[in-house]
């Protein structure tokens, strides 16, 4: 989906340096998350996840840090690249629950 | 690598009129969903489906909205008279267990004039 014209929060960065998206989750019975890239006409796709029993999992350049105590959950992209340009959405659900709950998703730009 | 599909990619109707949107989830996934993003806003549940019933809906998803699994393969969801307020993007999901990854479609764009 197309996300133009929404006011997301953008976070500019340059090809090269490490990004860091941030959100904020409203359920303390979540207990799982993951983050989801979405680029312009497509479908959200699965970056990382993490469970509420960790507070961090690392992947291919991507970290994911939960904080409990402050629903808090933040996602780390090293050596930016331009291909990473996207809007990055979390989300979260109750582990029971099947539907995830979307953030508002934050706009990274990555600028040569 | 296995994907969800899902069709048309872009649909035009007129208000009033029923539209079909069909997606055909991972093959050995049992839990669906039909996700909707209107244009600049975050992705909204709308239901989950598991043994052929729905578990879940929003509030979104009223009287004018149904889902089926009319088949092995195929999850539809139907809007029964379509209102310009259900122009969207609507996302099918799919996922193993609760609580694991979900796999989402490209998306049907639904515009209704």
């Known amino acids: 989906g197309e996300n133009v014209g929404l006011h997301l929060p953008t976070l500019s960065v340059q090809e090269g340096d490490n990004s860091i998206i941030n959100c904020a989750y409203s359920n303390s019975a979540s207990d799982y998350f993951i983050w989801y890239k979405q680029e312009s006409g497509k479908g959200p796709q699965f970056i990382i996840d993490?469970?509420?029993?960790?507070d961090k999992r690392q992947g291919q350049r991507v970290t994911v840090l939960l904080n409990k105590t402050v629903k808090h959950l933040s996602l780390q992209i090293a050596a930016t690249q331009p291909g990473d340009s996207a809007v990055y959405f979390c989300a979260e659900t109750p582990g029971t629950a099947s539907k995830l709950t979307f953030g508002t998703g934050t706009r990274l730009q990555v600028t040569l | 690598e296995p994907e969800v599909t899902q069709t048309p990619s872009h649909q035009v109707t007129q208000m009033g009129q029923e539209v079909i949107l069909r997606c055909v989830p991972i093959?050995?996934?049992?839990?669906f969903y039909w996700y909707r993003q209107i244009l600049g806003q975050k992705v909204e549940f709308l239901v989950s489906?598991?043994?052929?019933?729905?578990?879940?809906k929003s509030e979104i998803f009223d009287d004018q909205f149904s889902v089926e699994r009319p088949d092995g393969s195929n999850f539809t969801l139907k809007i029964r008279s379509t209102k310009l307020e259900d122009s969207a993007m609507y996302f099918c999901?799919?996922?193993?267990?609760?609580?694991?990854?979900?796999?989402f479609g490209q998306g049907t764009r639904l515009t209704v004039v």
């Open positions: 993490i469970r509420s029993n960790m």
């Open positions: 489906f598991y043994n052929n019933e729905i578990s879940e």
């Open positions: 093959s050995n996934h049992l839990y």
């Open positions: 999901a799919s996922t193993k267990n609760p609580g694991t990854e979900a796999f």
